[in-house]
């Protein structure tokens, strides 16, 4: 007989709404705590282009390496979670995002911060792995949200300190920037790990209102379903898009002419770059909960068609109207706001599909569709320079998030549906396969 997955079994005399809030609240302040190493980078590349004269890709490549570190080890990050536990996860990730920084702080050659790029991989690695992987556990029945909220701290939580980055660069310098938040953060993370936990039998319910497996599947039976294959193709043609705009934001203001616009808000003038990283970060954190809630009570492809579809024409205007400052900063909102879902409704919808006993691997390696995703980033800075125009690379990848959009209302429903069908019923091949694994 399959065990059945967590996701069937109903809250017991444990259930409790509180604990497991507690442990989303938890979950959010360790990403919020890792964010920056990701979403700030982009206020350091010119400081470090104009203290040692290196090429912008040359120095990208750091950013490329932190992202293929950070998604390529997933499946090693996922094995270690199951057998750990998330506490030794997250505080081991603590420690390696704050060396990261302080390696950044004192890095004087490229291959210094390629070190500090690897170093801080890991370390966000473990971090979002786990929190992700512990959000899908205890919250089964809003996987959506519950996720959504988790990813959204990652998204959103370098909203509060980019003014003071900002600020502290240009006071103090990058290096001292980089080695005073490489403690801070680091630190945050590490006391907050101690208070993670996994659930226990009878602590979690499932949802009754989306299609959800019951059982179970291990990594290789994943791997085996055409479903997973689908996901990760759409997964990767969404997050390019993304990627590119998270590493170049900066960049692509600059060739815009729309970097140093002082946007005048009545209350208070700002220059157009870092009002548009604050903004991006508040729409993309907004837009992981929002997506995720949406997808706990329509569906995850509905939802997907919805948010792609965004996307892909966000992109499109911003190419086209980018030179407005204005649109500038409403565009590259509406970007971050239809491409922050991407974290959310894939690790919800991996959930729902294969179950949470071996979820750290099997979304582990869907997660490296980010990691293929990098690998645009320096290509993109190549193309601009092929064809003298950021137009070109935004509308590629706009054409990409379509294509998502297209696979999410033609593919993505029949292949869910035939896939929860085959794990519910007794005696097809994949349920007699979760049997043999389980016994």
């Given at each position: 007989m399959a065990t059945p997955t967590t996701a069937a079994l109903g809250p017991g005399k444990d259930f409790s709404e509180g604990r497991r809030w507690l442990q989303l609240i938890v979950g959010i302040v360790?990403?919020?705590?890792?964010?920056?190493?990701?979403?700030?980078?982009?206020?350091?590349?010119?400081?470090?282009?104009?203290?040692?004269?290196?090429?912008?890709?040359?120095?990208?490549?750091?950013?490329?390496?932190?992202?293929?570190?950070?998604?390529?080890?997933?499946?090693?990050?996922?094995?270690?979670?199951?057998?750990f536990g998330p506490r030794v996860m997250v505080a081991f990730g603590a420690i390696m995002i704050g060396t990261a920084w302080v390696l950044n702080s004192q890095a004087a050659s490229l291959t210094g911060f390629y070190v500090g790029a690897a170093v801080g991989g890991i370390g966000v690695g473990c971090i979002y792995a786990t929190c992700i992987n512990n959000a899908l556990k205890w919250f089964p029945d809003r996987r959506g949200l519950a996720v959504g909220l988790t990813a959204g701290g990652f998204g959103a939580g370098s909203a509060a300190t980019i003014l003071p980055i900002a600020s502290m660069i240009e006071s103090a310098g990058f290096q001292e920037t980089f080695f005073f938040f490489g403690l801070?953060?680091?630190?945050?993370?590490?006391?907050?790990?101690?208070?993670?936990?996994?659930?226990?039998?009878?602590?979690?319910?499932?949802?009754?209102?989306?299609?959800?497996?019951?059982?179970?599947?291990?990594?290789?039976?994943?791997?085996?379903?055409?479903?997973?294959?689908?996901?990760?193709?759409?997964?990767?043609?969404?997050?390019?898009?993304?990627?590119?705009?998270?590493?170049q934001l900066g960049v692509i203001a600059q060739d815009l002419g729309v970097k140093e616009f002082q946007v005048n808000l009545y209350f208070f003038t700002m220059a157009a770059l870092p009002l548009a990283l604050m903004l991006d970060r508040i729409m993309n954190g907004i837009s992981r909960p929002l997506f995720g809630w949406i997808s706990d009570h329509i569906g995850r492809e509905k939802t997907m068609v919805i948010a792609f579809t965004l996307e892909g024409f966000g992109i499109i205007a911003l190419g086209y109207f980018g030179h407005n400052p204005w649109a500038f900063l409403i565009l590259s909102g509406v970007v971050f706001l239809a491409w922050g879902e991407v974290y959310s409704l894939f690790s919800a919808l991996a959930g729902d599909a294969f179950g949470t006993k071996h979820i750290g691997k099997i979304y582990g390696v869907l997660y490296c569709a980010k990691g293929i995703g990098a690998l645009f980033v320096p290509v993109g800075n190549l193309l601009m320079e092929a064809t003298g125009t950021w137009s070109s690379v935004l509308y590629t990848v706009a054409a990409m998030d379509l294509f998502a959009a297209f696979l999410a209302v033609t593919l993505l429903p029949k292949t869910l549906a035939s896939h929860v069908a085959k794990s519910t019923i007794p005696g097809s091949a994949a349920t007699a396969g979760t049997a043999s694994a389980h016994a």
């Open positions: 360790c990403m919020v705590a890792t964010a920056n190493i990701q979403y700030a980078w982009t206020l350091f590349v010119p400081e470090i282009q104009k203290t040692f004269g290196w090429e912008r890709a040359s120095i990208q490549i750091a950013f490329t390496i932190f992202v293929l570190v950070q998604t390529w080890l997933a499946p090693i990050e996922g094995y270690f979670i199951d057998k801070l953060q680091g630190g945050l993370a590490f006391v907050a790990a101690w208070f993670l936990q996994s659930p226990k039998a009878g602590q979690v319910k499932a949802s009754d209102k989306l299609n959800q497996s019951r059982r179970d599947y291990t990594l290789k039976e994943a791997l085996n379903t055409k479903l997973f294959w689908l996901m990760l193709l759409m997964f990767t043609c969404v997050v390019t898009g993304g990627m590119m705009a998270v590493a």
